[in-house]
């Protein structure tokens, strides 16, 4: 956070914090109000109240619910970095126990928040993984739902990528699995998914540009620019940066075919 002019005054970063939680006093709220004239201390509000709501919405959890453990100790072991250079109470402020006065409180929220920027890219990078997967293994699980093992397309790679395409019409929803799937360069070329409905129309439909970035297995969800009716195949083509509306398919080393 950009605070400049008010992080080393503890007061003030406690009013801010108060004030974003709600618990300020009549007396409290008089003086933040004062110091509120200031430009330096208005932008540091709201870029506490911005984060504070980016991380809510994160967690998809209220402050008093408890956080997955993976994500709390992420936070304790950097808010135990952030205030060994601003207190020599470091326990009181980071471990789990009650604090015993609201201003403790207060503070390890606003460090809670700073640190929460420093990890957010990972912390809440693997719970999305896992929801995918978790909605991947629920659409396999039902009846209608359509699953097929990528095969060699007509420009195949040099090396084999496992993987399959799981489909649920029902719901229009979907993923691809791949496995050892090379790792492209954005800005040069994209992978482009074309899912192919006869009995919708002669062209495929646009099913999504996307990247690999890392090695092993990657999960990416199936975005069908139109309705899919009846699927009978999918396919993979390596386009420019940005993928086409109509692909040449010069370049298609993936397919799966839907038996019948």
């Keep these: 956070m950009s605070t400049t002019g008010i992080n080393d005054d503890r007061d003030k970063l406690e009013l801010l914090a108060g004030h974003v939680l709600g618990d300020l006093s009549d007396e409290e709220s008089e003086r933040l ?7 330096d201390t208005r932008q540091a509000l709201w870029e506490l109240e911005r984060t504070a709501a980016t991380v809510q919405v994160a967690i998809g959890a209220q ?6 453990e993976h994500v709390a100790d992420q936070i304790r072991a950097s808010a135990r970095d952030i205030l060994l250079s601003e207190s020599s109470d470091v326990e009181a402020f980071v ?5 015993a006065t609201a201003a403790p409180v207060r503070e390890l929220f606003a460090w809670f928040c700073a640190a929460a920027c420093l990890i957010f890219a990972f912390s809440f990078w693997q719970p999305n993984e896992e929801s995918t997967a978790e909605t991947r293994s629920s659409l396999i699980a039902q009846a209608e739902t359509i699953q097929v093992n990528w095969t060699a397309g007509k420009t ?7 993987g399959d395409v799981v489909w649920d019409n029902t719901t229009q929803t979907g993923f ?14 994209q992978y482009q998914l074309w899912i192919i409905d006869p009995e919708r129309d002669d062209e495929p439909i646009d099913g999504g ?9 990657v999960l990416v969800k199936i975005d069908a620019k139109l309705a899919v009716v009846n699927p009978a195949a999918f396919a993979i083509t390596i386009e420019k940066a940005g993928g086409v509306v109509v692909s ?3 370049r298609l080393p993936l397919l799966a075919a839907v038996e019948g």
């Design 176 to 189: 691809m699995r791949f496995v050892n799937m090379p790792i492209n360069d954005p800005t040069i070329e």
């Design 95 to 99: 471990q789990p126990a009650k604090p």
């Design 209 to 217: 540009v996307f990247d690999i970035t890392s090695e092993g297995e």
């Design 156 to 162: 195949p790679f040099a090396s084999p990528v496992e």
């Design 248 to 250: 040449s398919q010069e």
């Design 33 to 39: 109000e004062a110091i509120l004239s200031d430009n």
């Design 63 to 68: 402050m008093d619910e408890r956080l997955p």
